[in-house]
């Protein structure tokens, strides 16, 4: 028997099927082991994967597992339970081929792509645009900023009072903020929308936007946390 002074993170596999939800609190019996790394020199490296996940063991559940109760749902954990609902709704409406590349573009969730349409796109050149980064956040920006804004438009007596591309450039980051959120907060999708926030912020405050500036700014906040 081990304890920990502090809270650790574990991946345990369960044999039988049970019912949870994110925030539960169980109880069960585990066998728990350090994380392997690999053994061969072009084989998967999960040690590397647990250490920058920030996971501490593996290991398999031996006993049943039991419901003891519920955490307080942080931020964090609403996120998760609405990813977690929007990935069933693809599922559910959805073939299995297409759910799969719709849930890694909408959630950044690419366990569901069928492997060998995974690797067709690898072989292709393509795999990368399952990635959420740059090309997803800057369409979604692009396309948020001048829908809003052509619907602005329609309301003279707004734009009268108001600057609309002030306006349309908010939600848009917005709206980006959001799709950073539920697609899993990647690194490359996390540099893409701090370079996305600058420009738009340039859009606001009246200025000019600095490509260079941009990645200088997103490599920094990167490296500063988490590095």
């Given at each position: 028997?081990?304890?920990?002074?502090?809270?650790?993170?574990?991946?345990?596999?369960?044999?039988?099927?049970?019912?949870?939800?994110?925030?539960?609190?169980?109880?069960?019996?585990?066998?728990?082991?350090?994380?392997q790394?690999?053994?061969?020199?072009?084989?998967?490296?999960?040690?590397?994967?647990?250490f920058?996940?920030?996971?501490?063991?593996?290991?398999?559940?031996?006993?049943?597992?039991?419901?003891?109760?519920?955490?307080?749902?942080?931020?964090?954990?609403?996120?998760?339970?609405?990813?977690?609902?929007?990935?069933?709704?693809?599922?559910?409406?959805?073939?299995?081929?297409?759910?799969?590349?719709?849930?890694?573009?909408?959630?950044?969730?690419?366990?569901?792509?069928?492997?060998?349409?995974?690797?067709?796109?690898?072989?292709?050149?393509?795999?990368?645009?399952?990635?959420?980064?740059?090309?997803?956040?800057?369409?979604?920006?692009?396309?948020?900023?001048?829908?809003?804004r052509?619907f602005?438009?329609?309301?003279?007596?707004?734009?009268?009072?108001?600057?609309?591309?002030?306006?349309?450039?908010?939600?848009?980051?917005?709206?980006?903020?959001?799709?950073?959120?539920i697609?899993?907060?990647?690194?490359?999708?996390?540099?893409?929308?701090?370079?996305?926030?600058?420009?738009?912020?340039?859009?606001?405050?009246?200025?000019?936007?600095?490509?260079?500036?941009?990645?200088?700014?997103?490599?920094?906040?990167?490296?500063?946390?988490?590095?």
């Open positions: 028997e081990q304890k920990f002074e502090d809270d650790v993170k574990v991946q345990v596999t369960i044999r039988s099927k049970i019912d949870l939800a994110i925030g539960d609190r169980v109880r069960f019996f585990s066998d728990l082991y350090p994380t790394e690999n053994f061969l020199p072009s084989s998967y490296d999960f040690g590397r994967y647990s920058f996940n920030k996971i501490a063991m593996t290991g398999y559940a031996t006993s049943k597992i039991t419901v003891i109760g519920k955490d307080i749902l942080s931020i964090q954990n609403y996120i998760d339970k609405l990813r977690n609902y929007i990935f069933l709704q693809i599922k559910q409406h959805m073939s299995d081929d297409t759910s799969g590349i719709a849930a890694a573009l909408m959630i950044g969730d690419q366990k569901a792509i069928n492997s060998e349409v995974l690797d067709n796109m690898r072989k292709s050149g393509l795999s990368h645009i399952l990635s959420v980064s740059g090309m997803h956040l800057s369409l979604l920006s692009i396309i948020c900023f001048f829908v809003i052509y602005l438009s329609h309301f003279s007596s707004l734009c009268q009072r108001y600057n609309t591309k002030k306006i349309a450039a908010y939600f848009a980051l917005i709206a980006t903020l959001f799709y950073l959120l697609s899993g907060s990647q690194v490359s999708a996390v540099r893409s929308f701090i370079m996305v926030a600058l420009v738009t912020f340039s859009v606001i405050m009246d200025r000019e936007a600095d490509s260079k500036r941009a990645v200088c700014a997103a490599a920094f906040v990167i490296l500063f946390y988490p590095p």
